[in-house]
Each structure stands twice: as C-alpha cells, then as structure tokens.
C-alpha cells in the first residue's frame, strides 16, 4: 500500500519502490505445469469419449443429397452463415489484439463480469455452430472412423480454448499458447466439415476420395 502522507500531485520524487507494488509472479507449475494440465484436459476428454463411446460400423444408410430440397438449402446457407461469423471472430480477435496490445493485456483489462458473459456467449456460440454443420457432416461420412473424430474434437478443442481464457486472465499469460492451439484445431476442423458439406450438397460432381472410401464401405455392408 501507499503511504498515506504521500502526495501525488506534488513534484516529490518517488524514493519509496514499495509505493507501487506489482502482483507476485506466478511460479513454475503454475506458468507452465498449468497449460500442460489444460492440454491434458483436451486429451482427457477424447480418452473419454472413445472409452465410452467406442467407433463401431453403422447400421444407417445417409446421404445428405438424399435430404428434402429446402434441408439441404438451410445446411448449406447455416453453414456458410457460420463461417461468416467465424470471420467476424477473428476479425473481432485481430482488433482486440491490436488495440489492447497482447491477449494477455486484453483479458487484463476485462472485468471478471465481462468474462463470465463472455464465457456464457462463446459456450452457447461454439456449441451451436459445431452442432449444426457436425451432425449431418457425421452422418453422411458415417462409414469413416476418422472422419468421426472430427466433430467431437472441435468441441473439445472449443472447451479447452475457453477454459484457457481464464488461465490467460488469473494465473499465466503462457495459457495464450493453447488458445492459439485450441483455435487452430476448432478452426481447422470447423472448415473441413464446412467444405465436406458444401461440397457434397452444392458441388455433388466434385468428389474426393473419402466420398469412393465411404461409398465403398456402405455397399460392402449391404
């Protein structure tokens, strides 16, 4: 604290360094052991979901071209819709950045109510966007087991990625490495179910070669 007889406003040198007094640094295993657990988490997630929902071969026959006119227009138009919001995102992020000069400082400078709304924004934004575009991306690729990691590890990566802001604003700004991480890993996966369903819905002739290995084994099953 400063001393109370201390006037601000005079031109008095400060000869006391304990007038200003910054936080304590946070120490190692919190700075670095606390993004590795966070990273953890992620996995620990997938873990789960693979020991309690383990992958197995698909009774349903799905096509999203199978889908009524007007359902596959409203996919298409809601998953481009998102992307766009997507973009916003990151434009809102670059700004953020710029303005408040490091993810570190912008959360600094956020009071803990903003974070909680913040927080309660993003769970519901994520959540949805990942939801709409990842249960009919999962069905019509069905028969691809690696194709149904896709959707679940987006939301995993969207969770971990919120969990980091609050390790950015109270504990290090080293968490920042596994936002950028966990963005890259939602972002990514967001965008290649963004292009499988545009793909497969408004361009049916451009076909890649999941779409034979899927077709393959839906005929072999048969």
């Known amino acids: 604290m400063a001393d109370p007889a201390f006037d601000f406003f005079s031109d008095a040198p ?18 670095i052991g606390g993004p590795i657990g966070l990273v953890l988490f992620f996995f620990a997630i997938c873990f789960l979901l693979r ?14 071209k199978d889908l009524p006119v007007a359902a596959q227009r409203g996919i298409a138009l809601s998953t481009v819709l998102f992307g ?3 973009f916003f995102g990151l434009a809102e992020v670059h700004y953020q950045i710029g303005l408040n000069g490091s993810t570190d400082e912008y ?13 309660h924004a993003h769970l519901f934004g994520f959540t949805c966007a990942i939801l709409i575009i990842g249960i009919p991306f999962s069905m019509h690729f069905n028969r691809l087991s690696w194709y149904q990691w896709v959707f ?3 939301l ?33 996966a967001y ?3 963004l292009i499988g369903i545009i793909r497969v819905i408004v361009f049916p002739n451009l076909r890649w070669f999941p779409d034979y290995l899927n077709e393959r084994r839906g005929k072999r099953e048969l």
């Open 14 to 31: 400060i000869v006391d360094a304990a007038i200003v007094q910054l936080p304590p640094e946070p120490s190692a295993w919190l700075s």
């Open 51 to 64: 020991f309690f929902i383990p992958y197995k071969d698909p009774k349903l026959a799905f096509s999203l």
């Open 84 to 86: 766009v919001a997507f």
């Open 107 to 119: 959360f600094a400078n956020m009071s803990q109510g903003k974070l909680i709304a913040f927080t």
């Open 152 to 154: 679940p590890v987006a």
């Open 156 to 188: 995993a990566a969207a969770l971990t990625d919120i969990v980091s802001w609050w390790g950015i604003k109270y504990v290090s700004p080293n968490f920042d490495y596994v936002t950028m991480a966990c963005g890259a890993v939602y972002g990514g």
């Open 191 to 193: 965008l290649w179910m």
